[in-house]
């Protein structure tokens, strides 16, 4: 049974920092691109950061770069996001998506989300 469970997320004020983490199985991990996703209130779904197999490759968007990380530890199969110098902006839930090619074709994976919230 495939399984994404973000954690991590919660109120910090404007200029604090939280770490997201992605706990993942079910699913060939080795060969999967982790991705974290937010979706703020009215806002279509947007992607924040990326990181391909093996974790040689990342991506950001130019909204968090120099301010998120993104990092993964493929032996205990989870991701993180490193969130630092948060902006009431970041406000959002995070969602954490891993990408792979399944026999069956591309298949996407999705966590269930966890709130930040910056605030003062």
């Known amino acids: 049974q495939v399984q994404l469970m973000e954690s991590g997320g919660g109120s910090v004020q404007p200029g604090g920092s939280l770490t997201l983490s992605c706990s993942a199985s079910?699913?060939?991990?080795?060969?999967?691109?982790m991705k974290w996703f937010r979706q703020a209130p009215g806002k279509e779904r947007e992607l924040v950061a990326r990181?391909?197999?093996?974790?040689?490759?990342?991506w950001y968007a130019a909204s968090v770069k120099g301010r998120f990380t993104i990092s993964r530890d493929d032996i205990k199969k989870m991701a993180f996001l490193q969130m630092n110098d948060l902006k009431f902006e970041d406000t959002a839930v995070y969602f954490c998506?891993?990408?792979?090619?399944?026999?069956?074709?591309?298949?996407?994976?999705w966590g269930q989300g966890t709130q930040v919230t910056v605030s003062s």
């Open positions: 990181i391909l197999p093996r974790g040689g490759i990342t």
């Open positions: 079910g699913f060939a991990w080795y060969k999967s691109e």
């Open positions: 998506n891993a990408f792979l090619l399944e026999d069956s074709g591309p298949t996407n994976y």
